[in-house]
């Protein structure tokens, strides 16, 4: 068992981290005004519909933007550290934060990335590597 943190699936978020267990990364689609969002959520943002369609992910993406994590949150992430946690943009014109599992030295905006998943306690969570490495 890891002393890392595992999502807590709520109502909302409970589809997305099930379709992460099957290696799948979904966002949603409003029905009504097609704004695509993620983290997922009941209500468009944007125009606070309630409805949506899910929209899944290739998995592929650049790095927009990154920092070096020097100094770990909790103990569980020590030995780590050094690591990289990036702002990815994903399909049109989506944005996630997620490590990348990269030394920092190899790291540039603007890389290519692609998804990657690490079982925590059996919940498969998203991560990106870079590509064509």
Not at 29 to 37: A, F, I, L, P, Y
Not at 52 to 81: C, K, M, Q, Y
Request: glycine share 6%.
């Amino acid at each position: 068992m890891s002393d890392k943190p595992v999502p807590r699936p709520s109502e909302d978020t409970a589809e997305f981290w099930d379709t992460c267990n099957d290696g799948r990364f979904l966002v949603q689609r409003c029905t009504d005004c097609g704004h695509e969002r993620f983290y997922p959520a009941a209500v468009c943002p944007n125009c606070w519909n309630t409805e949506w369609e899910d929209i899944e992910l290739d998995g592929n993406g650049s790095i927009e933007s990154f920092t070096i994590v020097h100094r770990a949150p909790t103990e569980a992430f020590e030995e780590e550290t050094p690591y990289v946690v990036a702002l990815v943009t994903m399909g049109s014109d989506m944005t996630v934060m997620a490590n990348v599992l990269a030394e920092p030295e190899e790291v540039s905006v603007g890389d290519a990335v692609e998804l990657t998943w690490e079982d925590r306690d059996g919940q498969q969570l998203y991560q990106f590597e870079l590509a064509n490495r």
